[in-house]
């Protein structure tokens, strides 16, 4: 959600931020309705103030009586009014997009993201590369077809040494994130609309969500959602910021749409696990925590031996509320491209405006944070190292950083 008043004083700068981003509210429509919505705010004040001021004499002069009861009529038809044309005005307003920063490259979509850079060698082999579905079969440690006999399609299990890998890396992770800082938490996996509305995944990621049926909750599509939602209606002291938060969680999405060769194996699933990053922070130093989440999961990345690039993500690839993205690929060797592994979004004050969460300055006055939301790790790093810590007999090397959390060097094949 961005400031009414940024709409209001400037008008033209909302509609080509409106424009670049393929915004389906209709600009001059919005307009025409705040300006009602103003213009009613303003007669139903008056009409107020006047049956306020009457009524008192109404004691002294029942002539005043009449004209009273005409006023309470007519404010209540234009409260009514008021209130439809309100409702108009925020549906509208709840699907504008957060402005966007100097350096978000034009594009349609990932294929037009920006390469910032590349980092770790590309490991070449001399023999038939398999992916990550393949080495789980092999390795008996991934098995998806126990996963949709049990809960259907999209889903699976990690087992054995599958399953301690997984297991080693997630602590690993999070280990490292409070070595930086980061608060760890256990958050609940189902998340109020209200929540889901003020991180921005209702009503922009709506085909995203698994609903739980007669409840007013849904299952969680990452600990984002939780982890600033704690927030909610909180007026921080600014000597507290920035506040680290980091989580793992099972997360739950619907993945609609998806399908064919990169939907493979568990790169793209209905539920997986995600070890994730938050930040609140002052506006003024957004830019640096958001630098400081892409330095985290570069730094993991390095650690475990992945050759990755790092993309400036174009408008067409940016979800709504995100105000500038950094996405991570590392390269997959069975499947021969680098694919997304981490994210990192600045978000600005979109989702703190939502939640109305605030500091407190030194000199007493309120403002809203900014909040930073990034992927250290999910299952997908797994399956990196599978594909690419492979060998000839199908075995797959751990990486170093993680053996003491494992026990073992190495994952042979199933005998």
Not at 109 to 130: C, L, M, Y
Not at 314 to 330: F, N, R, S, T, W
Not at 348 to 355: A, D
Request: proline content about 4%; charged content about 25%.
């Amino acid at each position: 959600m961005i400031d009414i008043k940024l709409l209001r004083e400037h008008a033209d700068l909302v509609r080509a931020n409106m424009i670049r981003r393929k915004c389906p509210t209709n600009f001059d429509s919005l307009i025409e309705i705040d300006n009602a919505c103003r213009t009613l705010q303003t007669e139903v004040e008056n009409l107020r103030a006047e049956r306020n001021r009457l009524s008192k004499e109404c004691r002294t002069n029942p002539e005043v009586r009449e004209t009273v009861r005409r006023l309470k009529d007519e404010l209540g038809n234009k409260e009514a009014v008021l209130a439809r044309q309100q409702t108009k005005l925020q549906l509208m307003l709840d699907f504008l997009p957060n402005l966007l920063a100097d350096d978000v490259p034009d594009g349609l979509d990932d294929t037009d993201n920006v390469e910032i850079r590349r980092v770790g060698e590309i490991p070449q082999f001399d023999f038939k590369v398999r992916d990550h579905q393949e080495l789980g079969d092999l390795l008996d440690i991934l098995d998806t077809q126990r996963g949709a006999k049990v809960a259907g399609a999209g889903f699976y299990y990690w087992k054995g040494k599958g399953a301690q890998l997984a297991q080693a890396l997630f602590f690993w992770a999070q280990q490292e994130l409070v070595k930086r800082g980061f608060t760890l938490f256990m958050t609940p996996c189902v998340a109020k609309p209200r929540t889901l509305y003020g991180t921005g995944y209702l009503p922009f990621f709506a085909d995203q969500t698994f609903g739980l049926q007669d409840l007013d909750l849904a299952l969680i599509g990452t600990s984002e959602q939780t982890l600033v939602g704690y927030h909610a209606d909180d007026v921080l002291d600014e000597e507290t910021l920035p506040r680290r938060y980091t989580a793992l969680t099972p997360c739950f999405r619907t993945e609609a749409g998806s399908y064919g060769k990169a939907s493979r194996g568990i790169f793209r699933v209905h539920q997986f696990h995600k070890v994730e990053q938050i930040i609140f922070c002052r506006p003024e130093d957004s830019v640096k925590y958001h630098e400081e989440c892409l330095a985290n999961e570069e730094y993991l990345l390095q650690q475990l031996g992945l050759p990755y690039h790092v993309v400036n993500v174009c408008v067409g690839d940016l979800g709504a509320p995100g105000y500038k993205k950094y996405d991570i690929e590392a390269w997959f060797a069975g499947f021969g491209a680098y694919r997304e592994v981490t994210s990192n979004t600045n978000l600005t004050s979109f989702q703190s405006r939502r939640l109305n969460i605030r500091y407190k300055k030194a000199d007493g006055t309120r403002e809203l944070v900014h909040t930073i939301s990034a992927t250290a790790v999910t299952d997908r790093v797994i399956i990196a190292i599978l594909e690419n810590n492979q060998q000839p007999d199908g075995s797959v090397i751990i990486p170093e950083v993680l053996r003491p959390y494992t026990g073992f060097d190495r994952i042979e094949p199933a005998k």
